[in-house]
Structures are given as structure tokens and as C-alpha cells.
T-cell receptor
Framework: DAGVIQSPRHEVTEMGQEVTLRCKPI?????LFWYRQTMMRGLELLIY????????DSGMPEDRFSAKMPNASFSTLKIQPSEPRDSAVYFC????????????FGQGTRLTVV | GENVEQHPSTLSVQEGDSAVIKCTYS??????FPWYKQELGKRPQLIID?????GEKKDQRIAVTLNKTAKHFSLHITETQPEDSAVYFC??????????FGKGTRLSVIA
């Protein structure tokens, strides 16, 4: 298996533009997480899906952020409109079953909003 | 919700010495405690984990201890090597909730 695949690896966009980040979890994993990493705040959970259903979205900063998981092999995180403070590395991770099994992280998407 | 505190934030050791990183958690229901290593520009990767039914676990030069009463757990790296230099994150989960991570410890192993 190729592991968790994220795209794009890097994204530079202008303030106000829509940004869509994509994630393909490991086949057979039923849990998917989106995390955001910054120097100041570390690794913050944004949203957690289990069997394609959002279970915990309490970490989503505001209405500008939305996430979907239309099927077991694909998830998106959308920011609309983007702001400079959204600049961070966004990681997608998947695990075999729930939050108490190993989470495998993707390579991350480095987002820069100018 | 769960809160995980990690210290120190930075740690420098001489090659061959031991390194210890400590974490505390707030939710007594937490039962899964993994440690992740993140090299510069790379993704976090699991290096060891422990569940609440054991007090210690070892894997070669790495060990983790857990004190449920005090709600703290620690990572011990012995005989450190330059390739151990990275940021280490502790995390906690009670199973139904996602991992909550500590802020990380930047370990530098000086040759």
C-alpha cells in the first residue's frame, strides 16, 4: 500500500480564494483525521470521520472550513475564503479502527495564503 | 476534553546519553498513549505506544512508562544517536475520541 496520499503537497493562494485539500486514506482503514500543524499551536485536530461519518468536528476553526468524506477512499478539506492565518501544514491521517489504533499520516499539504 | 502537556519543549543531549520526555494528561478515561517522531519536513510516524493496562513497554533503545494514578507518561531513549534528532510528540486518547497531541519536544543529539 502506498500509505495515506495527500494532494497537493504545496499550495500558494491569495487571500479570499477557495482552497481544496485532498486525501486518500489507506485501503481498509475506517477512521480518518484532518490535523493542522503550526509552530505556535502544534498539531490540532480539525475533524474526525469514522466509517465516512463526521464524528467530531469541534476543531474546525470556523464556518470557512468544511470537510467531506463521500466514500471510504476519499476526503476533502475546503477553506473558503482563505485567510493568511490559515497558512499551515495540513495533515490527513487514517487508522484501521478508531482513535486508539496507530494513525498513519500523509505527507501533508503546506498551505501558504498571501 | 483531554489536555496533554509535554515538556521540555527543547532538549539537547550528547550522543550516547539518554533522553527523557514527559507528558501529563487530564482525562482519566484515556487509555491509549502513542509517541510520534517527526523529522524535519516529514510526516509524524509512530515509534511506540502503550495502553493503560501496562506500566512499561520497551522496543530496543526506546521505552515508555505510564503512571495512571498520576496521569503521566514518559518516553525514554537510551544510547542516543544523531538520527534520533527530531521532534517528538506524545498523545492520548480514550478510544472514542481522536488523539490529542502535546506541543512537541525538539530533541537534538550532539555528536
Amino acid at each position: 500500500d502506498a500509505g495515506v496520499i495527500q494532494s497537493p503537497r504545496h499550495e500558494v493562494t491569495e487571500m479570499g480564494q477557495e482552497v481544496t485539500l485532498r486525501c486518500k486514506p489507506i485501503s481498509g482503514h475506517n477512521s480518518l483525521f484532518w490535523y493542522r500543524q503550526t509552530m505556535m499551536r502544534g498539531l490540532e485536530l480539525l475533524i474526525y470521520f469514522n466509517n465516512n461519518v463526521p464524528i467530531d468536528d469541534s476543531g474546525m476553526p470556523e464556518d470557512r472550513f468544511s470537510a467531506k468524506m463521500p466514500n471510504a477512499s476519499f476526503s476533502t478539506l475546503k477553506i473558503q475564503p482563505s485567510e493568511p492565518r490559515d497558512s499551515a501544514v495540513y495533515f490527513c491521517a487514517s487508522s484501521l479502527s478508531g482513535a486508539d489504533t496507530e494513525a498513519f499520516f500523509g505527507q501533508g499539504t503546506r498551505l501558504t495564503v498571501v | 476534553g483531554e489536555n496533554v502537556e509535554q515538556h521540555p519543549s527543547t532538549l539537547s543531549v550528547q550522543e550516547g546519553d539518554s533522553a527523557v520526555i514527559k507528558c501529563t494528561y487530564s482525562d482519566s478515561a484515556s487509555n491509549y498513549f502513542p509517541w510520534y517522531k517527526q523529522e524535519l519536513g516529514k510526516r509524524p510516524q509512530l515509534i511506540i505506544d502503550i495502553r493503560s493496562n501496562v506500566g512499561e513497554k520497551k522496543d530496543q533503545r526506546i521505552a515508555v512508562t505510564l503512571n495512571k494514578t498520576a496521569k503521566h507518561f514518559s518516553l525514554h531513549i537510551t544510547e542516543t544517536q544523531p538520527e534520533d534528532s527530531a521532534v517528538y510528540f506524545c498523545a492520548a486518547s480514550e478510544g472514542n475520541t481522536p488523539l490529542v497531541f502535546g506541543k512537541g519536544t525538539r530533541l537534538s543529539v550532539i555528536a
